[in-house]
């Protein structure tokens, strides 16, 4: 064997591994290039899962527990002002609330939350954080405004919603000047009756007179 393969661990099991494919093959009268295709899939499921667990282990945790959530839909919207706007409404915001500002982990997506978009980018990631437990005991999540967070009345986002409160996740929203505490109990079935409300109220104004108690 090469001296470089000796001295590289990694590279030994890759040889080690390859020879068992090649004697597999060998001994069943299988084609080696027949099974490429299969190995290079399998590599590739390898490499998005090692990238995954890199994003995970890379996003940067509040030792406080606040974190700043920014977004716009769309590329040329990242040269506007809208991030830095988000970015400065939620820290005033948060000194007049009396967090520290300087704590606040912020983190952004080009995304559209009315198809939903942003639950495949850093805000899927940030739920990942959450039900690993990472984020601290009582954490904080700021949006400029509702609908940074969402423009859907779907059942995953309102199951998005219920998760975040159900893992005691303070929501700030600060345009409307509100706040969610986290752990509201019953807090899945509130939000649920209220879809329930708000479908009928469209029903209602799209067809006035119907009765449809």
């Known amino acids: ?15 080690r591994c390859d020879r068992k494919i090649r004697e597999f093959c ?7 290039r027949i099974l490429l295709p299969f190995i290079r899939k399998e590599e590739r499921r390898e490499a998005k ?15 406080a527990g606040l974190y700043g959530y920014l977004r716009v839909s769309s590329p040329p919207q990242i040269t506007g002002t809208g991030l830095d706007r988000q970015r400065q409404t939620i820290t005033e915001y948060a ?10 982990v ?15 980018k850093n805000f899927g990631l940030f739920l990942t954080i959450m039900r690993l437990r990472r984020l601290g005991p009582n954490p904080h999540l700021f949006f400029e405004s509702t609908d940074r967070f969402t423009r859907s009345t779907s059942n995953l986002m ?5 998760e975040l409160n159900e893992n005691n996740i303070t929501m700030h929203f600060v345009h409307e000047d509100e706040f969610i505490p986290g752990n509201i109990p019953g807090y899945r079935e509130q939000i649920k009756a ?6 009928r109220i469209k029903l ?10």
Not at 106 to 120: G, M
């Open 26 to 32: 060998e001994r069943f009268g299988i084609g080696y």
């Open 106 to 120: 912020f983190f952004e997506d080009v995304a559209s939350t009315f198809h939903e978009q942003h639950i495949n």
């Open 1 to 15: 064997m090469d001296p470089l393969w000796q001295s590289d661990p990694e590279l030994q099991e890759i040889v």
């Open 204 to 213: 209602a104004r799209a067809f006035p007179g119907v009765d449809r108690t």
């Open 158 to 162: 309102l199951n998005v919603e219920a």
């Open 194 to 199: 209220y879809r329930r409300l708000y479908r």
């Open 95 to 104: 000194v007049r609330k009396d967090f520290d500002a300087n704590a606040i």
């Open 49 to 63: 899962e090692a990238q995954a667990r890199a994003r995970i282990d890379n996003f940067p945790i509040s030792p």
